[in-house]
């Protein structure tokens, strides 16, 4: 944001019921829905008072039935209306993963191109208070594998509400990704309206050493490592990507050839995370580069555990971040 | 318990062009089909097909002078019948199987599934059986929020009715009293395994609706006017706010589930059966022949007439091209 932007400090909650409101007001064919998002406000208090402001036709709760909230979003959104479903937990995907994965990104091109499917779907994701192994996970990086699907994650109030708006207004399916445990951070958001690009990577943080690409809450993660890195004299870039589909790999490989070392750290398992994607891109176009081997952080590949204890072992953390890098610097 | 629908009809109670009609168009959806397999034959088109002969009756008696093009239909497995009924060229149906660029999806191919015009209110359909459930409630959902009344009609076999999304679907229907017309074409077989094998029911499908809360009748599905009765009645209850109807329409298929599908494992009794004494055109030929509607050479002259129409339908989508490769990257995004 530029230094004359008036901003004001809110948590990602309010900037999330910022963006619907003001997409809600702005356009009478959107239409809110999921499981207990209505007079209750959502188990995550993010669509708290819009019931009141928009009414029960157009904000309303579903029963719970994941495949038929997303199946009905569909139906919607190609018959004039722009809806914008929320699952509870992200990990509820799989309960729809036809209509996702089948339905969203591909109804309007299998059918020739003669529909359009504005549909933005929220789905909250992360490792957040002892949760357990499915409302805990950060699916995204399946989706990436969907032709036709954006997906947005972010990791600031600021980008959310400019992304969520964005989401919105934007003709396509979205997957809007929001980290739990980013609900009640609090940053600066600007006064006035604003909109982010969906492929637009974001560098939170200039630096000449070493590249941190990082999602959602390891954003924030890489930013305290870098802090910390700092004053060991060492320099760490960090991009947050903000959406993975579309990617924006022109801004992450800008950073790669000035530093020449990578580190890519997410919360989802490292196998098969959005790191393997970033970190195939870059050696397919600047491996020579590099002057250390692509490093990539994840959680592990196994469940999550239930325990509030063992779970944060699963989430990368700024020791981890650190220590990657020094080793990359030793090459 | 779902009622099965029956109710005295008089031939005088239609308008004669209107019988014709009916008769006209149960003729193209029978002779599409025919050609279309031809066209298999010959090498043309894929074998992925799931012939429709047998039940034209059912779409028919469901589309043709009951939903307008501003309706939705989500067509069914066996659904050139539906989309031939709700008025999308031929030329374009054929255009979709032989992967032309006349095709609704400009030469990406379709068929059985992914075919669409929305100008007619058929919004295409998903290749994962039944899912169309989910859907419909959706569009129904979105008239409903706009305030017209524009009705979504939902097809799908008994096969289909086993998938989970079918009791989500019903259950939002219900719940919010959308305007839905469920139409199960029940022919007794998902492929080959038979509809008492998979389904738990009292006694119908239908039975399951009334579970819901939501009207629900079995009809003679193979009963052109008895289809055109009892849809009008369900249309009539959608338009005026009155929540969905399930239909269950028993027929049966002349064909294979798939060209190519032995089909040994109905009883040959049974099939010739249906196909002699129950087939939906002979029996409404006889009928209006009987009540002297018309005479045998004004069906025949319907059958050229159409069948010339099948030809320059083919013709059309014979001749225009296939895509450019790069097709594939076309439509993607809006």
Redesign the interface.
């Known amino acids: 944001m530029g230094t004359a932007v008036k901003v004001k400090t809110i948590t990602m909650r309010e900037a999330i019921i910022e963006a619907l409101v003001e997409e809600m007001e702005r356009d009478p064919s959107t239409v809110l829905f999921g499981e207990d998002v209505g007079k209750f406000g959502g188990i995550n208090a993010i669509t708290k008072g819009l019931y009141e402001k928009f009414g029960g036709q157009r904000v309303f709760d579903t029963p719970i039935a994941e495949t038929t909230i997303v199946g009905a979003a569909l139906g919607m959104a190609i018959t004039g209306l722009r809806p914008i479903p929320e699952l509870q937990f992200g990990d509820f995907v799989g309960i729809a993963f036809d209509e996702v994965f089948n339905k969203l990104g591909k109804w309007r091109y299998m059918h020739g191109g003669q529909m359009e499917v504005p549909v933005t779907l929220r789905l909250p994701v992360g490792i957040a208070g002892g949760a357990g192994p499915e409302h805990s996970q950060s699916p995204q990086a399946l989706f990436m594998h969907a032709p036709g699907i954006h997906i947005a994650i972010p990791s600031t109030p600021a980008d959310a509400k400019g992304l969520l708006k964005t989401a919105i207004r934007d003709n396509n399916a979205v997957l809007f990704f929001e980290h739990k445990l980013l609900y009640g951070m609090k940053g600066d958001v600007p006064e006035e309206e604003y909109l982010i690009p969906l492929g637009k990577a974001d560098v939170k943080r200039v630096g000449t050493d070493v590249t941190i690409i990082a999602t959602a809450l390891q954003v924030h993660t890489a930013l305290n490592a870098a802090n910390t890195l700092a004053k060991d004299g060492i320099e760490a870039e960090v991009i947050d990507p903000r959406t993975l589909a579309p990617l924006d790999m022109d801004t992450i490989l800008a950073s790669v050839r000035k530093t020449g070392r990578v580190l890519i750290v997410h919360e989802e398992p490292k196998t098969g995370g959005c790191g393997a994607e970033i970190a195939a891109q870059i050696a397919e176009k600047a491996l020579f580069d590099l002057h250390a081997p692509i490093k990539r952080i994840g959680s592990p590949d196994v469940p999550i555990a239930q325990s509030i204890y063992l779970e944060q072992f699963y989430r990368p953390s700024e020791n981890q971040i650190i220590e990657v890098v020094k080793e990359l610097l030793e090459y | 318990m779902a009622e099965i629908y029956q109710k005295e009809i008089k031939l005088s109670d239609y308008r004669k062009e209107d019988l014709i009609k009916f008769y006209r168009e149960m003729v193209k959806i029978r002779k599409f089909d025919e050609h279309l397999i031809r066209l298999m034959h010959e090498g043309k088109v894929s074998g992925f097909y799931h012939s429709g002969i047998g039940s034209e009756s059912v779409s028919v008696g469901s589309i043709t002078n009951i939903l307008r093009d501003e309706d939705?239909i989500f067509y069914n497995h066996r659904g050139c019948n539906q989309k031939i009924a709700k008025g999308v060229p031929l030329s374009k149906i054929y255009g979709d199987f032989l992967g032309t660029v006349e095709?609704?999806?400009?030469g990406?191919g379709?068929g059985i599934v992914?075919?669409?015009?929305?100008s007619r209110g058929v919004?295409?359909q998903?290749?994962?059986i039944g899912?169309q459930?989910?859907?419909?409630?959706?569009?129904?959902?979105?008239?409903k929020?706009?305030g017209t009344d524009q009705v979504?009609v939902c097809y799908f076999g008994d096969g289909a009715a086993s998938r989970?999304?079918l009791h989500?679907?019903l259950?939002?229907a219900g719940?919010y009293k959308l305007p839905v017309v469920y139409i199960c074409e029940n022919n007794g077989y998902a492929i080959s395994s038979t509809f008492e094998e998979t389904h738990s029911v009292r006694e119908h499908l239908a039975d399951w609706a009334w579970g819901y809360g939501i009207p629900s009748c079995v009809v003679d599905g193979n009963d052109v006017l008895l289809m055109q009765e009892v849809v009008k009645e369900a249309v009539e209850r959608a338009k005026l706010g009155e929540g969905p109807t399930f239909i269950e329409a028993q027929t049966f298929r002349h064909r294979g589930h798939f060209e190519g599908d032995a089909y040994d494992y109905v009883d040959k009794a049974v099939l010739n059966d249906w196909k002699e004494n129950r087939d939906p055109i002979k029996s409404f030929k006889k009928k209006l022949l009987e009540n002297q509607y018309c005479t045998e050479n004004d069906l025949l002259n319907v059958d050229e007439e159409v069948e010339y129409e099948i030809h320059a339908a083919i013709k059309v989508a014979e001749n225009a091209p296939l895509p450019e490769p790069n097709r594939i990257f076309?439509?993607?995004?809006?």
């Open positions: 939705y095709g609704t999806t400009r990406l379709a992914h075919s669409a015009d929305p919004l295409g998903c290749g994962t899912s459930f989910n859907i419909v409630v959706g569009t129904a959902y979105s008239a929020l706009r979504s989970e999304p989500g679907s259950n939002w719940l076309e439509g993607l995004y809006a």
